[in-house]
């Protein structure tokens, strides 16, 4: 039995303990914010908190992850009270398909955490592990600002 707190609950699952965390999360948890993309850690679509540090969940063995705090996207805010980097991305439409926004919103939370006024540089080099085919990275960028307060917007 491994134990992990998800989104500020704690929780058991009975898998073996080499199962990637995502899969826990997505079929055992029913958290489905992060997203399965490459499998690899290339895409960033996983990206979740683990103790704070983003993490690709698609590569991570749940049995290293226990008695661990993770955090998805689910855990940031709620449709009634967003959290502010949430707010930033429907503000400035950074979504298009939405497949890789999860991730992107945990890259830029962490980023935010350690790095509260970052520059538009180290906006796009703490983003640049998290891939969009849809090509919106331009407006997640204006997003991380919005959220950090930097932005023209």
Do not use: W
């Amino acid at each position: 039995m491994i134990t992990l707190t998800v989104n500020g609950v704690t929780r058991s699952v009975d898998v073996e303990s080499d199962t990637p965390l995502l899969y826990v999360l997505r079929d055992n948890l029913g958290v489905t914010g992060p997203k399965y993309g490459c499998g690899v850690a290339q895409c960033g679509s996983c990206t979740v908190l683990i103790d704070g540090e983003a993490k690709r969940s698609c590569v991570v063995p749940v049995g290293t992850v226990s008695g661990a705090t993770v955090t998805t996207v689910e855990g940031l805010g709620t449709p009634q009270q967003l959290h502010p980097i949430q707010a930033a991305f429907i503000e400035e439409q950074a979504a298009q398909c939405g497949y890789c926004t999860a991730g992107m919103v945990i890259s830029a939370k962490a980023l935010l955490d350690k790095k509260p006024k970052p520059s538009e540089v180290e906006i796009r080099e703490a983003l640049a592990g998290n891939l969009c085919r849809c090509g919106s990275h331009v407006r997640v960028v204006r997003a991380v600002q919005r959220a950090a307060g930097t932005g023209s917007s």
